[in-house]
Protein backbone atom coordinates (compact mmCIF):
# COMPACT_ATOMS: atom_id res chain seq x y z
CA UNK A 1 0.00 0.00 0.00
CA UNK A 2 1.58 3.53 -1.20
CA UNK A 3 1.76 6.12 1.71
CA UNK A 4 -0.41 9.02 0.84
CA UNK A 5 1.87 12.27 0.86
CA UNK A 6 0.53 13.53 4.33
CA UNK A 7 1.50 10.17 6.13
CA UNK A 8 4.80 10.39 4.47
CA UNK A 9 5.43 13.91 5.63
CA UNK A 10 4.30 12.83 9.37
CA UNK A 11 6.79 9.88 9.16
CA UNK A 12 9.65 11.89 8.29
CA UNK A 13 8.94 14.59 11.29
CA UNK A 14 8.84 11.95 13.61
CA UNK A 15 12.14 10.82 12.78
CA UNK A 16 13.83 14.23 12.62
CA UNK A 17 11.97 15.25 16.19
CA UNK A 18 13.49 12.06 17.51
CA UNK A 19 17.07 13.03 15.99
CA UNK A 20 17.06 16.55 17.24
CA UNK A 21 15.82 14.92 20.61
CA UNK A 22 18.74 13.41 20.58
CA UNK A 23 21.65 16.22 20.24
CA UNK A 24 24.38 17.35 22.92
CA UNK A 25 22.95 20.62 24.26
CA UNK A 26 25.34 23.10 22.66
CA UNK A 27 25.07 21.55 19.19
CA UNK A 28 21.82 24.52 18.14
CA UNK A 29 24.33 26.99 19.26
CA UNK A 30 27.45 25.48 16.67
CA UNK A 31 25.01 24.50 14.52
CA UNK A 32 23.53 28.12 14.06
CA UNK A 33 26.80 29.74 14.83
CA UNK A 34 27.96 27.87 11.39
CA UNK A 35 25.40 28.66 9.44
CA UNK A 36 25.89 32.56 9.87
CA UNK A 37 29.14 32.61 9.44
CA UNK A 38 28.59 31.01 6.18
CA UNK A 39 26.06 33.51 5.20
CA UNK A 40 28.22 36.62 6.73
CA UNK A 41 31.60 35.11 4.45
CA UNK A 42 29.90 35.82 1.50
CA UNK A 43 31.44 32.23 0.00
CA UNK A 44 29.67 31.53 -3.27
CA UNK A 45 27.64 30.89 -4.64
CA UNK A 46 25.83 32.68 -1.54
CA UNK A 47 27.46 36.67 -1.28
CA UNK A 48 26.79 38.06 1.57
CA UNK A 49 24.27 40.90 3.11
CA UNK A 50 25.59 44.48 3.37
CA UNK A 51 24.94 47.40 5.58
CA UNK A 52 21.56 48.41 5.94
CA UNK A 53 19.99 45.13 4.20
CA UNK A 54 17.29 42.84 6.51
CA UNK A 55 17.88 39.54 7.41
CA UNK A 56 14.81 37.93 8.65
CA UNK A 57 15.50 34.76 11.27
CA UNK A 58 13.80 32.71 13.39
CA UNK A 59 13.63 31.66 17.32
CA UNK A 60 14.93 27.91 18.05
CA UNK A 61 12.47 25.93 19.41
CA UNK A 62 15.35 24.06 21.86
CA UNK A 63 16.43 21.55 18.76
CA UNK A 64 16.62 23.75 15.57
CA UNK A 65 20.34 26.13 15.32
CA UNK A 66 20.07 28.96 17.37
CA UNK A 67 20.68 32.57 16.03
CA UNK A 68 20.19 34.53 18.73
CA UNK A 69 24.14 34.56 20.32
CA UNK A 70 25.01 35.88 16.27
CA UNK A 71 22.54 38.90 16.60
CA UNK A 72 26.03 40.95 17.42
CA UNK A 73 27.87 39.55 14.39
CA UNK A 74 25.10 41.26 12.71
CA UNK A 75 25.17 44.44 14.21
CA UNK A 76 28.57 44.99 13.35
CA UNK A 77 27.83 44.29 9.80
CA UNK A 78 24.90 46.75 10.06
CA UNK A 79 22.36 44.26 9.12
CA UNK A 80 18.85 44.34 10.20
CA UNK A 81 17.33 40.92 11.78
CA UNK A 82 13.90 40.16 12.69
CA UNK A 83 12.07 37.71 13.63
CA UNK A 84 8.64 35.82 13.41
CA UNK A 85 5.78 36.99 15.53
CA UNK A 86 2.07 35.42 15.35
CA UNK A 87 -0.96 37.14 16.01
CA UNK A 88 -3.87 34.95 15.71
CA UNK A 89 -2.59 32.59 13.65
CA UNK A 90 -1.09 35.56 11.26
CA UNK A 91 2.75 35.69 10.97
CA UNK A 92 4.00 38.27 10.68
CA UNK A 93 8.07 39.97 11.00
CA UNK A 94 9.53 42.70 13.51
CA UNK A 95 13.45 43.92 13.99
CA UNK A 96 14.81 42.62 16.88
CA UNK A 97 18.45 43.68 17.75
CA UNK A 98 19.26 41.86 21.15
CA UNK A 99 18.13 39.26 23.53
CA UNK A 100 15.89 42.08 25.48
CA UNK A 101 14.14 42.56 22.81
CA UNK A 102 11.59 39.31 23.04
CA UNK A 103 8.84 37.66 24.87
CA UNK A 104 7.53 35.07 25.07
CA UNK A 105 4.72 34.30 22.21
CA UNK A 106 1.77 32.54 21.36
CA UNK A 107 3.09 29.59 20.41
CA UNK A 108 5.43 28.96 24.20
CA UNK A 109 8.38 30.41 21.98
CA UNK A 110 10.47 33.76 22.35
CA UNK A 111 9.14 36.35 19.54
CA UNK A 112 9.78 39.99 19.30
CA UNK A 113 8.06 42.25 21.95
CA UNK A 114 5.05 44.07 20.96
CA UNK A 115 6.98 47.46 21.27
CA UNK A 116 9.27 46.32 18.55
CA UNK A 117 9.10 47.55 14.67
CA UNK A 118 7.35 45.95 12.05
CA UNK A 119 9.37 44.98 8.89
CA UNK A 120 6.89 44.04 5.44
CA UNK A 121 7.61 41.13 3.56
CA UNK A 122 8.94 43.05 0.52
CA UNK A 123 11.76 44.87 2.74
CA UNK A 124 13.29 41.40 3.45
CA UNK A 125 16.07 40.67 1.73
CA UNK A 126 17.37 37.00 2.88
CA UNK A 127 14.93 34.82 4.46
CA UNK A 128 16.47 32.19 6.67
CA UNK A 129 13.51 29.68 7.02
CA UNK A 130 13.33 25.95 9.69
CA UNK A 131 12.54 22.81 8.42
CA UNK A 132 12.06 19.22 9.63
CA UNK A 133 14.24 18.43 6.62
CA UNK A 134 15.05 19.76 3.11
CA UNK A 135 16.33 17.69 0.13
CA UNK A 136 18.38 18.27 -3.06
CA UNK A 137 15.66 19.93 -5.11
CA UNK A 138 15.47 22.47 -2.62
CA UNK A 139 11.86 21.09 -1.05
CA UNK A 140 11.26 22.07 2.86
CA UNK A 141 8.82 20.28 4.83
CA UNK A 142 7.86 22.03 7.76
CA UNK A 143 5.64 21.70 10.96
CA UNK A 144 2.54 21.29 8.70
CA UNK A 145 1.19 25.00 9.37
CA UNK A 146 1.97 26.49 6.60
CA UNK A 147 2.77 30.06 7.95
CA UNK A 148 5.80 30.44 5.82
CA UNK A 149 4.13 29.65 2.48
CA UNK A 150 0.77 32.42 3.11
CA UNK A 151 3.86 35.12 4.36
CA UNK A 152 5.70 34.09 1.09
CA UNK A 153 2.77 34.45 -0.88
CA UNK A 154 1.41 37.32 -0.35
CA UNK A 155 4.79 38.86 -1.34
CA UNK A 156 4.96 40.45 -4.76
CA UNK A 157 7.57 37.51 -6.75
CA UNK A 158 9.91 40.12 -7.89
CA UNK A 159 10.01 41.36 -3.68
CA UNK A 160 10.60 38.20 -2.51
CA UNK A 161 13.88 37.56 -0.47
CA UNK A 162 16.50 35.25 -1.04
CA UNK A 163 15.28 31.91 0.51
CA UNK A 164 17.69 29.36 2.85
CA UNK A 165 16.19 26.61 4.45
CA UNK A 166 18.37 26.17 7.18
CA UNK A 167 18.86 22.93 9.26
CA UNK A 168 20.93 20.55 10.70
CA UNK A 169 23.23 18.31 8.12
CA UNK A 170 21.07 15.00 9.06
CA UNK A 171 17.92 16.83 7.99
CA UNK A 172 18.91 16.87 4.38
CA UNK A 173 17.48 14.18 2.92
CA UNK A 174 17.03 12.34 -0.61
CA UNK A 175 12.83 13.38 -1.11
CA UNK A 176 10.74 15.62 0.55
CA UNK A 177 7.49 15.26 -0.33
CA UNK A 178 5.45 17.96 -1.34
CA UNK A 179 2.92 19.60 -2.91
CA UNK A 180 2.25 22.73 -5.51
CA UNK A 181 1.81 24.92 -3.36
CA UNK A 182 4.87 24.50 -0.57
CA UNK A 183 7.50 26.89 -2.09
CA UNK A 184 11.02 25.71 -2.54
CA UNK A 185 14.21 26.67 -1.44
CA UNK A 186 16.82 28.73 -3.32
CA UNK A 187 19.76 27.36 -1.49
CA UNK A 188 19.96 24.99 1.55
CA UNK A 189 22.37 26.09 4.52
CA UNK A 190 24.14 23.75 6.81
CA UNK A 191 26.63 23.86 9.16
CA UNK A 192 28.23 21.61 6.96
CA UNK A 193 28.14 23.90 3.98
CA UNK A 194 25.60 25.37 1.01
CA UNK A 195 23.65 22.92 -1.05
CA UNK A 196 22.76 24.26 -4.08
CA UNK A 197 19.41 22.63 -5.13
CA UNK A 198 18.79 20.81 -8.69
CA UNK A 199 15.40 21.62 -10.52
CA UNK A 200 12.71 19.56 -10.11
CA UNK A 201 12.39 17.22 -12.96
CA UNK A 202 10.15 19.26 -15.82
CA UNK A 203 10.68 22.62 -14.79
CA UNK A 204 11.58 25.20 -17.23
CA UNK A 205 15.29 25.72 -17.63
CA UNK A 206 16.89 29.49 -16.94
CA UNK A 207 17.12 31.36 -20.10
CA UNK A 208 21.02 32.48 -21.13
CA UNK A 209 21.59 35.79 -20.40
Not at 61 to 84: H, K, N, Q, T, Y
Not at 147 to 175: E, K, M, N, S, W
Not at 182 to 198: A, E, K, Q, S, Y
Request: proline share 12%.
Amino acid sequence: MVESIQEQKREIRRKMRALRSALPPGEPMDAGRGIVEALLSGRPPIAAPGPGSVVALYVSDGGEPDFIPSLPDFARAGIVCCFPAFHRDRMEFYAAAQASDFAVGAYGLYEPAPTTPPIAGADIGVMLLPGMAFDRRGGRLGRGKGHYDRFLAQIDPRCRPLLLGTCHDFQVVDHVPANEADIRMDFVLTPGGVLTPVPPAGAPKARPE
